[in-house]
């Protein structure tokens, strides 16, 4: 602005001189001095002056700023550091968005009470924090504004990494419960570990089920379905469920084992072997029912049990080994519907040998005493002895002292069972052959006869002289006969009165056999 003035005679020249002085403590403070001077053509002059002083007072206008405050969803980042990078960004924000009628450039004019320790812990990860930023002119002139920083939790836990827990297991009605448990513990575990949440570093203590034993559903036998539903929470009450089956089936047929005395030792298939004694031909079985075996269930107390009894075959029993031949089968089925079958083959059978009766006893016997073979019967506990074989041994030519005569009685049953039993004659030849004399006058005298003639009677008679050797037969009970002699032989004593008689005369066969 330019000042006017008038002169009474007129103006020879004009001067203005103008100075600024700045206010070092704020960049938009300054006093500007000016001064006007004007001289006339005659050297008069006149001066005038105007200072002008600028000053800053107005703070700086946030109203073209965005609403600070901020909320968001807690990722499992550090909250402090989330809370810092908000706390930076907003004060670069402010630095742009800033205006004001002197300043134009807020660039370090931002200023916050950010502290981590005004940070309120929430839930998990989650929390908040208020902070006040301060923008200063650099005159002086401060406009402030707070802001709040809040991290919140409303995601629930994620179970798409959890395998499916649902279980089928096979029934043991002693441990359904114990297993089932175990089952429901193992489930927690693993959701603890399997589910994730952006705000919870561990879900540890946060997973709940309804589990109840109970609650199984009545099948067959002790079987069942439970089915659980498992919550899983994060610390901010966010919950997820999640339902598992456990199933309980039975597909194992009962056990039979054999508890009857007679079939105790044996297993399903083998054979009872029973002997038979006198029950031909109305035999029956042993009596064998439901009660011959116990059925052993995993799942069921009520097994029923059913016995067949079946008659195969009346054998041969010399070809077949068996009289008669049975088949017993137990059949147990559970309530479930599973059965299992078990079975032994019984056969009737004679496996005793029949008994001799009147075999005597070994012994030894002159050879020519030798008794005729005795009549010897046989009995069989079951089936009949039918027919006995004897058979006598020869004895070797020869000598027979000291040689054995085997008598041998053999019987056999029906059954091919045999009995044999010997008899043993030792055989004893102690004495000579005898001879038996022939001669008509002498025929049937024993060995060892004397006779006596008298002298004034005729003496000797004549036929005694004319014996020989083929007047006797020479008999031996035993053996054969090796040597004969015949001899005729005359004593003449020499005193009569003493011996007894005139003469005596000794005919004598002789003969050895072959035991000598």
Known sequence: IQPQWTDNCGIADTLAISSIALDTSCPNAYVISRSWTVIDSCGNSTSVGQVITVQDTVAPDLSACAAVDTTVQCTGLDPIMLAMEWDTANISAFEQCAT????????????????????????????????????????????????????IDTIAPDLSQCPVLDTTVNCNFATNEMMAEEWDSTNIAALEVCATDGCDTSLVGLVTSDYDFGNLTDECGATGELTVTYTVSDECGNSTTFQATYTIIDTTAPEIVFVDSLIADLESGETLFVQCFGQDPDWSPPVLDETAVDAIDSCDMNVVVEFTEE????????????????????????????????????ELVDTIAPVLEGVPNDTTLSCDAIPAPPEVTATDECLCACGIDFTESELQPGCVDGQVLLRTWTVMDKCGNITVETQRITLVDDRGPDYVITHPELAGLPDGTTLTYECNSGGIPDYFFELSFEDAIIVDACSGITETGYSADVYTPQHCDFEGFIEKWTFQWTGTDECG
């Open 100 to 151: 004001d009628n002197c300043t134009q450039d807020f660039d370090g004019l931002v200023t916050s009470d950010f502290d981590e320790a005004n940070f309120v812990a929430g839930c998990g990860l989650t929390g908040s924090i208020t902070v006040t930023y301060t923008i200063d002119d650099g005159c002086g002139n401060t406009s402030s504004v707070t802001a709040t920083f809040e991290i």
């Open 311 to 346: 008659l195969l075959d009346e054998g041969d029993c010399a070809e077949d080994g068996y009289i008669q031949q049975w088949m017993c089968t137990w059949t147990a089925t559970d309530e479930c519907g599973n059965s299992a079958s078990a079975f032994i083959i019984m």
